[in-house]
């Protein structure tokens, strides 16, 4: 009798063992579930797949036909291949100027459109961004959603869309890697505000959004760090498009302050060498435009060429050393300094004339 009452106990104890393993691995199911769900959606609830569907009808491929010239001065035919997104319903769509730089003829293609012939609204190498046009009349255009470049923080995950190696409607995914870098092309500068992801980029990405995950285009990819390195990439901030791409339509370019010189760094051993005895540091001005604001204001140009371990040199004009009282210590430093003016504003330059010194006036006008 005991017996049978402590094996029905024992049998009791066992079945609610079972229940309650039974019950905690459900809750960890679901937990892990709720975890793999909250890993995969942002704050607005989407998935990468979800972006993507919501994205790819304003991405569009874009096939540039164009002429490259050779050494040799033979002229070939060039094919070229980069990515777009409609920026409005009117059939504007924003790029990079290097993918359609060189065209001669512009195709687009997005959803069932295919081969589309566009033409070019306004370019502007300096910032590397371009507006290309077509016809919207009996096609549907869903632009994309511009963001705010300028509240990202490093870290934040983001998705790239684009056409790498001709790889139609390809998305890749990463973070923000770094924010406020440098970046030079042969026309194109980029003081300290280029955006770094390690969102896979590769050649046909070029002009394609770089997207956060509330859907908003926060950059325009533009370029991988060359040679062997992985997983760097380079995305031009949408604020920085957003600014130019009313000139664009309106002008075909983008309207920027000039001041109309060409000069070099100067160092103290550089200095030093060339025979510079008062003034050590800024900038030594080789050449000044005709009728630019720097002739108008009167600074001289060099006017004696020398030669220096290979390098020409032209000596005995103006060395610049300040900017609105600000240090300039690189052509760089001035471009910088001189695209937070606009045309028809004043500025003052601090300037070395052999034992003078002197502060010049400028008017900066637009930029031819």
Known sequence: MIFRKLRKYTFL??????????????FIKQSSAKNYNNHNTSGSGFTVERLFNALKPGVVHIEV???????NGA????????????????????????VIGNADKIYVSFLKYKDIKASIIGTDPMSDIAVIHINPVGRTIIPLTMGNSNSLRVGERVIAVGNPYNLYQTITTGIISGLKRSLFFPS?????????????????????????Y???????????LANNAQNIGFAI?????KENIPELIKYGRVIRPWLGIEAIKLTENLSTLLG??????????EKVFPNSPAYRAGLVAGKRLIAMKNINYVIGGDVI????????????????????FKPGQIITLKIHRGKMVKFVKVRLSSMP
């Open 13 to 26: 104890v066992l079945f609610s063992c079972f229940i309650t393993a039974l019950a905690g691995g459900l």
């Open 237 to 241: 901030p949408i604020n920085l498009a």
């Open 321 to 340: 050393t300040r900017f609105n009282n600000k240090k300039v210590y690189s052509f760089s430093r001035l471009e910088e300094l001189i695209n937070t």
């Open 188 to 212: 194109a500068r980029f003081y300290g505000n280029i955006i770094q992801t390690d969102a896979a980029i590769n050649p046909g990405n070029s002009g394609g959004p770089l997207v956060d």
């Open 75 to 98: 002229i070939m035919p060039e094919e070229d291949i980069g990515t777009g997104f409609f920026i409005n319903k009117n059939g504007d769509i924003l790029t990079n100027f290097h």
């Open 214 to 224: 509330n859907g908003h285009v926060i950059g325009i990819n533009t370029a991988k």
């Open 65 to 71: 036909l164009g002429y490259a010239r050779l050494k």
């Open 276 to 285: 510079i005895k008062y003034v050590k540091k800024g900038l030594l001005i």
